[in-house]
């Protein structure tokens, strides 16, 4: 149930973030959800869209991957990513980043999580009875 995150470099300059996010937006995608990290000379824009490829397409002139990573869908109140990280804590699974959106469904959150070994990470939290998302759920998570 691992969704596709699009990882996108951009030369850390003036106005490449907006060049970037424009393109996807003048083509009609909406991001679910975004990261940007940055280094002195280049930024990673880590993207959660609903289609990937032709987001892919759209970003042509910049190096691009396509990574899978967990979405998770939790409680939206105190201490509910506590517990889910907790959970992966306890079986030892390494968490290398992790950030977070928002959807149209009450009272629920999401966050974004990239571990090192995703299919070990889905079975432990399956077991736990914490829901994860997949490319297809994303679709229906905002109108």
Known sequence: MAITQLS???ENVPGTLCKAVSAISGSGINIRAL???DTRDFGIMRLI???VSKAKEILGDYTAAETKV???KMEDRTGALKEIL???EKAAI??????AFAASVPGSAYVV???DDVDYAEAVLAKNDIPTLNDEDLIHLLP
């Open 8 to 10: 996108v470099f951009l």
């Open 35 to 37: 990261s940007v990290a």
């Open 49 to 51: 869209v609903p289609d």
């Open 70 to 72: 967990i979405a998770v």
């Open 86 to 88: 907790e959970v992966l």
């Open 94 to 99: 390494n968490i290398e980043y992790v950030y």
């Open 113 to 115: 999580l990239r571990v």
